[in-house]
């Protein structure tokens, strides 16, 4: 495929990444400061648990949607994560020539929803609180690509044209040898990717794997075999010297943009020169290489674009905690107790799961009894209160061994639980039982 003309070949365009500034209106002191009570509250209340806790364990709510916060970055936004993108907000009296609010879409969150879908949900749900002053959306980054079948492991810098002088390469290895991974010409404003998208995907989030594995498949390229993407990432400084400036600006020329790209950056066929025509100004005479030829008349974001997501389809996006989530917190607790001398072994690791999903579904099994029962079962309320301190104790066992199949009315729950509380918090004040319901 280097050196052969190319008549067709699997590949879809789209754009992998976009960044922008939201202009911010009269509310966002207001909205602003909804964010930093919500974030001192779960301090508090680690604090009062006496959890030790990360920046990444808080996670508070904006207009429904649930983010998790990720810190204070260097640029003095306040940062949070979401499965689709991220976010960031700044005091208003800081660094008064930027804009408030930061926006960095992801490629989940793009290739779930659409890219005009997820920019319109962040817009009108997530940021409406703070009263956008104007429609105006700053551009800061975009990143135009092209995911294509074929395998670009034999780059190297010698069939590289462009003026940018920074190369760089990683390389993998592999049981058949080493095999290029990710090639990158230039740097910020203006930079190069070429690499290995499924390569890349093993290391990633299952839930993203499984999403663009079924994108590639029905846009038309094999899973099977190699598929790079050919990425070109612009910042605004660049962005603005083209007179793009906000993100329609940035959307409506997506495909000029990458075909900018693959005129600044040339990928030459070598194959036809000698060792010294390589290594003098001879090489730029080679043609370019037909893959790359192909590449940069091919591009075409129409069908992307049209990907969307009515608003009124888009569900309260909420923040699911993940295996992936829970991995941190855990090891944190696993090096406490070896700093202090105390090896957990398998076996503590078993019971302690064992217990925690019996204590989890027998609380569910309990809701679930609250919830579904309907007859009445006037003797229970007089049953719970007789209970000495050893019933109370085994109150939950009781209820998932005894109760399962005794019906309860709904308007009985808030008179059932009060007597039972009030059980409880007497043999509390005795000094019965530590026993929390």
């Known amino acids: ?43 508090a209340e680690f604090t009062a648990l006496n959890y030790a806790y990360a920046d990444n364990d808080i996670i508070i709510t904006i207009n429904d949607i649930d983010v998790k916060y990720s810190g204070m970055g260097r640029d003095g936004f306040l940062w949070f994560n979401h499965e689709f993108f991220r976010v960031g907000f700044k005091d208003s009296e800081k660094s008064q020539n930027i804009n408030n609010i930061r926006v960095q879409l992801n490629a989940i969150g793009i290739y779930t929803l659409g890219i005009k879908s997820l920019v319109e949900y962040i817009n009108t749900q997530l940021l409406k609180g703070s009263l956008l002053s104007t429609n105006y959306f700053p551009v800061t980054r975009i990143d135009v690509n092209m995911f294509v079948q074929h395998n670009f492991n034999y780059l190297k810098k010698e069939m590289i044209l462009s003026k940018k002088k920074t190369h760089s390469a990683n390389i993998g290895e592999r049981s058949t040898g080493y095999e290029l991974e990710t090639y990158y010409v230039g740097k910020k404003p203006f930079l190069l990717r070429i690499y290995n998208k499924l390569k890349e995907l093993e290391v990633g989030s299952a839930i993203k794997r499984e999403l663009m594995h079924n994108y590639f498949l029905i846009n038309g390229l094999d899973t099977r075999k190699p598929i790079f993407n050919v990425e070109f990432e612009y910042h605004r400084e660049f962005l603005k010297q083209y007179n793009i400036d906000t993100i329609e600006d940035a959307l409506e020329r997506s495909q000029s943009l990458f075909e900018l790209g693959c005129d600044l950056v040339k990928i030459l066929d070598i194959s036809s020169l000698t060792e010294a025509q390589i290594n003098s100004s001879n090489r730029k005479r080679a043609d370019i290489l037909p893959i790359w030829q192909y590449i940069s008349t091919h591009y075409d974001s129409k069908e992307f674009m049209q990907i969307a997501t009515p608003m009124e389809k888009i569900e309260r996006i909420s923040y699911r905690y993940s295996l992936e989530d829970a991995r941190k917190p855990i090891k944190r607790q696993i090096t406490r107790l070896l700093l202090h001398g105390n090896a957990p072994t398998l076996f503590y690791f078993y019971e302690l799961l064992q217990n925690s999903k019996e204590d989890y579904e027998l609380r569910q099994n309990i809701k679930q009894v609250y919830k579904d029962n309907k007859e009445d079962n006037p003797t229970f309320k007089d049953d719970l209160k007789s209970y000495s301190n050893e019933g109370l104790q085994n109150f939950e066992k009781k209820l998932s061994k005894e109760m399962m199949g005794i019906d309860i009315k709904d308007e009985q729950y808030d008179e059932l639980l009060h007597a039972y509380n009030e059980l409880h918090d007497e043999l509390v004040c005795r000094g019965l039982v530590e026993f929390p319901f």
């Not at 280097?2 to 789209?14: A, L, M, T, Y």
């Not at 922008?20 to 909804?34: E, I, K, T, V």
């Open 1 to 43: 495929m280097k050196g052969k003309n190319i008549k067709k070949i699997p590949h879809v365009s789209g754009i992998d990444a976009l960044y922008y500034f939201a202009q911010s209106g009269g509310n966002y002191d207001n909205y602003y400061m909804n964010i930093i009570d919500q974030i001192e509250d779960k301090k």
